[in-house]
C-alpha cells in the first residue's frame, strides 16, 4: 500500500472556517449533523467515491443517516478539490449513523467487505489516489475490536479465492469534514451519475 506524505510542510494549510451545508439528508429527510437520536452509534467507512458508497449505506436497514465527507488526514476543512490533489492525506469517507437495535456493527461491516475490494491500496478500480483508499475509522475500542476480527475473517476468504492481502486502514476515528452539499446523496440528486463501487464476489461469512 502506497504511503501518505510524511512531510507535514507538503499537506495543504486547509481553512478554519467549515464549509458551509445544507443539514437535511436529501433521501431521509433527517439531520446530516448531530445531534442525533438518542442510543445511536456511528462509524465512517471510506470505499473509494464517497457517491456510491453513501448510496449504499443509506439504503441498509437500521441507518439512521448518512452523509459524505473527508477523514484521516491533516488539512482542516478541505474542499473536495484539494483533496483530490492528494496533498491533504483525507480518504474519501461515508459517515454512518445507526440504530443498533435495528441492525448491528457486523452487518454494516460485511456490507462493506463486499462492496469494494479493500485490496488495491490507493485506489479503487479506475479511481486512483490517496482519497479512494479503503478504510474505516472507529469511534470506539469495541468497534476497533470487531473490525479487525471481520478483517481476520474475510481475509481468510479473499486468501481462499486467491486474491491478496487487505490493505484497508483502521484505526480510531479522526476529525469528519463534511463535503460541498453537491456531494451529499450526489447520486439520488443525480441518478445517472457515476457510482464506481464494483466488490471482489466474494461473501463475507461473519
Known amino acids: 500500500m502506497a504511503s501518505l506524505t510524511t512531510f507535514p510542510e507538503q499537506y495543504l494549510a486547509g481553512r478554519d472556517t467549515p464549509i458551509e451545508i445544507e443539514k437535511q439528508h436529501f433521501v431521509t429527510g433527517r439531520s446530516i449533523v448531530p445531534p442525533w437520536p438518542e442510543g445511536s452509534d456511528r462509524i465512517l467507512l471510506g470505499m473509494g467515491c464517497f457517491w456510491g458508497a453513501e448510496r449504499k ?25 484539494e483533496v483530490c490533489t492528494g496533498l491533504t492525506g483525507h480518504s474519501e469517507v461515508v459517515l454512518v449513523v445507526f ?17 469494494h475490494d479493500p485490496t488495491q491500496g490507493m485506489r479503487q478500480g479506475n479511481d486512483i489516489g490517496t482519497q479512494y483508499r479503503s478504510a474505516i475509522y472507529c469511534c470506539n475500542h469495541s ?3 470487531a473490525v479487525l476480527k471481520t478483517r481476520e475473517q474475510f481475509q481468510q476468504q479473499l486468501t481462499a479465492k486467491g486474491l491478496g492481502e487487505i490493505t484497508t486502514e483502521i484505526k480510531t476515528a479522526p476529525v469528519f469534514y ?5 456531494h451529499q446523496q450526489y447520486l439520488a440528486k443525480n441518478p445517472d451519475g457515476y ?3 464494483k466488490g471482489t464476489g466474494v461473501t463475507c461469512v461473519l
Open 57 to 81: 449505506m443509506w439504503q441498509q436497514p437500521g441507518v439512521i443517516t448518512t452523509a459524505a465527507g473527508y477523514a484521516g488526514g491533516e488539512t482542516p476543512n478541505p474542499t473536495y478539490d
Open 99 to 115: 440504530d443498533p437495535r435495528e441492525t448491528n456493527l457486523q452487518q454494516l461491516l460485511k456490507v462493506f467487505w463486499e462492496s
Open 143 to 145: 468497534q476497533c475490536e
Open 178 to 182: 463534511y463535503a460541498e452539499t453537491y
Open 195 to 197: 457510482c464506481g463501487l
